[in-house]
């Protein structure tokens, strides 16, 4: 006892300190309470069953989108492009551990094909430079994957979809915390907190969150000895830190009778990442680095005009830098030491990227956004939407290394990007809610000019337009069926066409990508049925782009290119089972996709009907835990668990090329992580502490050919709030 009264005591200075979780845990969610709870169930956060959720009614419309609840993952040691790459559909890919790059894939569609907001705000533009893998799950309150046809609200252009992060907009008073610490010398730490005057509707609030990884994991590598022999060998990172941290403020009024909605937030980000290897893990670094920083801020307004019209307005400006330095006259092998410096063959020329070249360069972007949605119920169950999103992004830059070559620097010029994305919606919801169909048109218009000292002035305009629709049949109350189907417009991004900064070099003659984009599958919802709770999703989806933008590898850089045409087509599932009980819960997806060049002239005309290189085509997810309610005592809960992960072989190159033997191949790779959680209730607050270990079987893991991911890791959470 005298054991347990410590723990007691403990947890409830762990309260204090942290004030920290919202009363809508997520064991609420998956177990709603009965109506007279159980004593040992702990204190029941959730007693009465209201409307649908947001989530749930996203989840339930015409549209087609996947929603990933987020409330368990804040409590486990995932990021967030672990917890996606387990939702089906989705495919996320690394280069390194924490803060590394990373490429996303929905359906077969990659990287900026795929456009990501937080709240409706593009990623970039809302404070989060460096790509949704690294967000900090405890800010986030759910995912919205939209798979293939997007929404008109967003006011954007997408070829495979959307994911949209939506934080907490409860809007009322409450405070949560995490840290999180780890092997290869990880910390994660984020508060988020919000005060609410009932009165007057007025709310400010708050966010911070800190990052830090050494990614020091262990590596398989290849070493030249003194004889100039080759040697495997096991060697940690020494060349991977990546440091991330950033913090906003928001103001303004809610539930008011001239503003639904009026907030300011404000928001500073920056992160710095070292770089360790080439894009093959085949040259080690030991000097160049990277960075960004970002701030911003983003004012919303919305208002009901009249009973039938109501008007949401956004507007935004982010002020982006970019840093790359690359200058050492010393190379380094996998051991840290400092080799081929002054004196040796290579006589300490600057540079470890590329032979001749060095960089200590800056690029600075300015980019605002606008967008307005205009809503007009025209009766009961008929909505029309109109609306309009206009985007601008400037960059110039300064290379301070004076470059060699006679071909003007990139860097030093300055480039526009002007986009405006426009449309009309029509919604109907028909038959009691039985059949509900949402069809849309959107025009989209581009322009972009380059300018600078020594360079060729470019100037270009282009204009499409886009159309879909969307419907879901309502067979029962549980089971219902979807169907959508867009034809869609992407125009370039900002880093496609000036470049990244780092290794991405610029391509201003990049056209926009277009697609066909389908999708059909039924969803069942089975809730307290002799058998528990079933939840099973599939959808079947297709995609026929041209144009294709693809990022092309060269030994040191990549730079995107149109490569034509791609066909693809697909299947992914998603089962969810709760036992009677509801103490158990299990779950697994599986995507099974085929992508294929289908260009008959052109680049790789000859390679047409060829399966498209270096990305997955079979992967699946599975977990399970079980919750202990009542233990060790009652106002506690204990809950370990399980995720599992596998995905299949693939050619890094073109399969038809070159005999099987010979092939650069990524492995077939399994994966496990084991954790469990404890929980205590302390009256209003709660607290999680979780232990987890990933990559249990220290499985050698690789997304891309050659490239180690980190090995078995070892991490404690503490997570709670208020």
């Known amino acids: 006892m005298s054991i347990h009264r410590s723990l007691r005591r403990f947890w409830g200075i762990a309260i204090a300190c942290n004030a920290v979780v919202h009363p809508h845990t997520a064991w609420a969610q998956d177990n709603p309470p009965s109506p007279v709870p159980s004593p040992a169930a702990g204190p029941a956060e959730v007693k009465v069953k209201g409307a649908l959720s947001e989530g749930r009614r996203r989840q339930q419309s015409a549209e087609a989108v996947t929603v990933v609840d987020l409330r368990r993952a804040q409590q486990q040691s995932a990021d967030l492009g672990e917890v996606l790459a387990r939702t089906q559909g989705v495919s996320v890919r690394r280069s390194g551990g924490l803060g590394s790059n990373a490429r996303f894939s929905l359906n077969g569609l990659y990287d900026d094909q795929v456009r990501f907001f937080l709240d409706g705000v593009p990623l970039g533009a809302a404070g989060y430079p460096f790509g949704i893998a690294n967000v900090p799950v405890n800010l986030i309150e759910r995912v919205e994957i939209y798979r293939g046809v997007v929404p008109l609200r967003f ?170 330095v690359d200058k050492s006259i010393w190379g380094y092998d996998w051991y840290g030491r400092k080799v081929n410096g002054p004196g040796t063959p290579r006589q300490g020329t600057p540079g470890e990227i590329q032979e001749d070249a060095a960089y200590d360069q800056t690029q600075w972007e300015d980019a605002g956004l606008a967008r307005a949605v205009l809503e007009w119920s025209i009766a009961p169950e008929h909505v029309l939407r109109v609306a309009a999103a206009p985007t601008w992004t400037a960059r110039t830059g300064k290379e301070r290394i004076p470059s060699t070559s006679s071909a003007p620097n990139p860097v030093n010029t300055d480039r526009d990007l002007f986009t405006l994305v426009s449309g009309i919606e029509y919604e109907a919801n028909l038959f009691g809610d039985r059949l509900q169909n949402i069809a849309f048109v959107k025009d989209y218009a581009f322009h972009i000019s380059s300018s600078g000292a020594g360079s060729v002035a470019v100037s270009r305009d282009s204009h499409g337009f886009g159309a879909g629709n969307a419907v879901r049949m309502r067979i029962s109350k549980p089971f219902y069926v979807k169907i959508s189907y867009e034809y869609a417009t992407r125009l370039p991004s900002s880093d496609e066409v000036f470049g990244n900064g780092v290794l991405g070099r610029p391509n201003l003659a990049l056209e926009p990508e277009l697609s066909h984009n389908a999708n059909a599958g039924p969803r069942l919802e089975l809730r307290r049925t002799p058998i528990g709770d079933i939840t099973a999703d599939v959808n079947a989806f297709y995609r026929d782009s041209d144009r294709l933008i693809l990022p092309l590898p060269g030994e040191t850089y990549v730079q995107y290119q149109n490569v034509h045409r791609a066909r693809s087509f697909g299947l992914e599932n998603a089962l969810t089972w709760i036992p009677p009980g509801r103490r158990l819960t299990i779950d697994g997806t599986l995507t099974v996709q085929d992508a294929r060049n289908a260009s008959s002239e052109g680049t790789y005309g000859y390679l047409d009907g060829d399966r498209l290189p270096n990305r997955p085509w079979l992967f699946a997810s599975w977990g399970a835990r079980y919750r202990i309610p009542g233990f060790p005592s009652q106002r506690d809960a204990l809950e370990p668990f399980y995720t599992g992960r596998f995905v299949h072989e693939f050619y890094r190159g073109w399969p038809s090329l070159g005999a099987r033997e010979h092939k650069q191949l990524v492995p077939s790779q399994v994966t496990h992580n084991v954790g469990i959680s404890y929980t205590v209730y302390g009256g209003p607050a709660t607290v999680t502490s979780t232990l987890e270990v990933q990559n249990v079987t220290d499985e050698r893991v690789y997304d891309f050919f050659g490239v180690q991911r980190p090995g078995r890791a070892v991490y404690l959470k503490v997570s709670g709030e208020i």
């Open 155 to 324: 006011g954007a252009d997408a070829l495979g979809g959307a994911v949209n992060l939506v934080s907490d907009t409860r809007y009322d008073t409450h405070a949560r915390a995490s840290y999180q610490v780890g092997s290869f010398g990880t910390h994660r730490i984020s508060v988020e907190g919000r005060y609410r005057d009932d009165p007057s509707g007025l709310v400010a609030g708050g966010s911070f969150f800190f990052d830090y990884a050494k990614n020091n994991y262990r590596v398989d590598a290849t070493i030249t000895d003194d004889r100039g022999q080759l040697h495997p060998v096991n060697v940690p990172r020494f060349h991977d830190r990546y440091i991330a941290r950033g913090a906003s403020v928001e103001a303004g009024v809610v539930d008011r009778p001239w503003a639904r909605r009026l907030l300011l937030r404000a928001y500073a980000t920056s992160y710095d990442k070292e770089l360790q290897h080439n894009v093959r893990m085949s040259v080690p670094y030991g000097e160049a680095e990277y960075g960004e920083s970002v701030y911003g801020a983003i004012a919303r307004y919305e208002q009901p005009l009249t009973p039938h019209l109501e008007l949401r307005v956004l507007a935004s400006y982010s002020r982006r830098t970019i840093d790359f």
